[in-house]
């Protein structure tokens, strides 16, 4: 009695292998770029697709390496936060989140259940700035709060020298003012930085306003016929002054 053969059901591809064989836009239309080149061409076409895809594969490879990292310093957040900064800004910089299967950053944070991308900014931002041992046990936020006062200050204040020196802010030393401390005194800075410029901006205005006020007395005086005079702004009053000799009889 004969038996009929059946073909085992093919195991589905894993989500990975699926990924690594997955082609990007860009892959498709190198293929069909290098499909549609005369025979002469075809093969450098054929081998400028296979080598891009050798560096999309390098990519990806290189992503996968950077979310491994990336995981182990978020189970230490509070010591790694800087380590984590600087690998977004890696996947960002490089925009290794494309061959990850990706189409943006923040789809990325959002499908590996990275932090948020506001986080992920603040992290980024404090990397950019502070050394892990700068700021070991101080805390994103207060980190952030501190670059945030000096940006607001009128002086080129160091985020990293303050705290180095633990200045004082406000009246209060830097390791010892909580985010809340911070946040007054950049708003206080910006008060002041405000007021600075609007008393420089009247100043400008007075000047514009008395150079004008003289250009028409002088232009008038020109048109008369009274001699030179000296013409001066005192206060709110404008006046021209002669000699007794140059009002005199001609």
Do not use: C
Request: hydrophobic residues 45%; proline residues 4%; glycine residues 6%.
């Amino acid at each position: 009695m004969g038996r009929t053969a059946t073909n085992p059901a093919k195991p589905s591809r894993s989500p990975a292998k699926a990924q690594a064989q997955a082609q990007t836009p860009a892959r498709d239309a190198r293929a069909k770029k290098a499909a549609a080149a005369p025979p002469d061409r075809k093969a450098r076409a054929n081998a400028l697709v296979e080598a891009g895809r050798r560096a999309e594969d390098l990519r990806a490879a290189r992503g996968r390496r950077l979310l491994a990292t990336l995981r182990q310093h978020l189970a230490a957040l509070a010591e790694n936060f800087v380590e984590v900064g600087r690998v977004l800004t890696t996947l960002l910089d490089e925009r290794l989140y494309l061959p990850l299967g990706y189409e943006t950053f923040e789809a990325l944070l959002a499908g590996e259940r990275l932090p948020s991308r506001s986080q992920a900014f603040k992290m980024m931002g404090v990397a950019a700035v502070f050394e892990r041992a700068d700021i070991r046990d101080y805390g994103v936020e207060r980190a952030m709060a501190l670059i945030a006062y000096t940006r607001a200050t009128a002086e080129d204040d160091d985020p990293v020298r303050l705290l180095r020196d633990n200045a004082l802010i406000g009246g209060v030393a830097v390791r010892d003012a909580t985010a809340a401390d911070l946040e007054r005194a950049r708003r206080a800075a910006l008060a002041s930085q405000g007021a600075a410029n609007a008393k420089s901006a009247a100043a400008a205005a007075r000047a514009k306003a008395e150079k004008a006020a003289l250009k028409r007395v002088a232009a008038g005086l020109k048109a008369s016929d009274l001699p030179k005079a000296e013409v001066a702004v005192t206060g709110q009053r404008v006046t021209a002054t002669w000699t007794l000799a140059a009002l005199g009889p001609r």
